[in-house]
């Protein structure tokens, strides 16, 4: 097989597209935002709950789109659950490096971990926004806006 | 002298004088030759953008490498072989579309520019409060949004013509809705997302028994069959150039003599004028009028030779090998368990639009790329449409002359490993 095309569509992203994690209404939720690709029409919904130590206890989505955004959507919220939204603002920043070719997980030093699956975007200008809608959404719920798009 | 006359001898499919052999053709396209991704090309994104030939490539770069200069102005050589060679361009346009006088075929930057002109001039001069515009469902968002414009301007109403679940135009609809109160019918000719052929002859019939304005949106028509304004009778036609194996950034508007006179001026510059002082203009003669500033010079030669290359080739001959890809990749997309084809009017230009059950289009359009396959996926700019067919996106195969039947194999094999992968 083509070798961007299986770096990319790796059999964990199939997976996860296939049946994503987390996938439901959270509700009561202390946030929550909608993310739009006008473009592509994906769309997500993401949901999620903090305690008083500023720690996500709980993390879900809803809503529907290409493989990748859906995987990755899925992905975020199995890796950032349990984390301090100090850490998952790291790892926004660096995922979004990463999706735009500007940092090389495998060389460089990061915190992203199984999320490395989605360093094939970058061969794929017009993919990155697909793999990074869900973690502009998450940013967006993290700071009280409602709506964020990408395009 | 670098005119509009320049042969075709060069190319590889000028088999006799005048005629281009189509099965040749393709060699005339060196874009056609690349590989992406390790594999050959399979262009079958002719919708979005047509490749250029050869001619028209040379014409392109001639005017730039031997007489580049400003038309209708320099009295010295290169601006009369650079106006010679625009103005020939324009004959050329008129001749492939049949406009009475070339004083009708007015250079835009395209089909969007087009249809823009004749709102901004046309319709702020003709449409007021309570009026009427009808469109279609499957108009593209260029034949949309000028209009929702004006209506917002005016305080007009922008009425939508119906189409089926097949994709097409509900006729009988379209009847009930002219009124007294319809000031302009605006029509796809072709959809750029379905590839449904619309009647626009029928149409302007029933429009001009009410004495309303027709405006015939053809990006999508002029690469595949012949057009002949003056026999469907429509008042303002438009078109593209990249979409007819021309350049990009270039288009013409053809409007009636008789409205493009009574029409104001829309843009103001140089060269749409006769006299300026500070208290008075005096507007150039038609098409002059609507053509301010320097124009896309080498896009309109390049148009020209982009409409002879494809006079030469025959429509007769393009339509032949059209219908043939188009059969060839219903039946085999077909066979493709889960696909289901959007779109299904009796009468279809070379596009077919399709979705497959649980896998994204774009998801399909990324690994089709990474198997050589050029496809386009998305909503197509129409947006209207897609909600009324329910859908998000398609991906959408759109075939030209050129293409060949081992492309339209390359897609289906491309998408058997799609839906494998996705299993």
Known sequence: MNDKLSQLYQQVLLDHNKTPRNYRVLDPADHEALGHNPLCGDKYKIFLNIDENDMVTDVTFVGDGCAISKASASMMTTFVKGKHIDEIDKLFHQFHDMAQGKLDPETEPNDLGRLKVFAGVRNLPARVKCATLSWHTLQAALKGKEKVTTE | ??????????????????????????????????EVHGKPLAFLDNAASSQMPEPVIRAYTE???????????????????????????????RELINARSSKEVIFTSGATDAINLVMQSWGRAN????????????????????????????????????????GVLDMEAFASMLNDRTRLVGIVHVSNTLGTVNPVKEITRLSHERGIPVLVDGAQAVSHMKVDVQAIGCDFFVTSGHKMFGPTGIGILYGKQELLEEMPPWRGGGDMILSVSFDEVLYNELPYKFEAGTPNISGAIGMGKAAEYIMSVGYDAIHAKEQDLLQYATEQLQTIEGLKIIGRAPEKSSVVSFVIEGIHPHDIGTILDLEGVAVRTGHHCTQPLMDRLGIVATTRASMAMYNRREEIDQLVAGLRKTIEMFR
């Open chain 2, 127 to 166: 449409v007021g409060e309570g009026d009427e515009i009808l469109i279609s469902t499957m108009e593209h968002h260029s034949n949309i949004v000028p209009w929702r414009m004006l209506c917002d301007e005016k305080g007009a109403k922008l009425m939508v013509i119906p189409v089926s679940e097949d």
């Open chain 2, 63 to 93: 005017y730039h490498s031997r007489y580049h200069a400003n038309v209708h102005r320099g009295v010295h050589l290169l601006s009369q072989e650079a106006t010679a060679a625009m103005e020939g361009a324009r004959e050329t346009l």
């Open chain 2, 1 to 34: 002298m670098a005119d509009s006359s320049v042969s075709l001898k060069g190319s590889v499919a000028a088999a006799a004088a005048g005629t281009i052999d189509i099965e040749r053709c393709r060699d005339d396209f060196p874009v056609l030759r690349r």
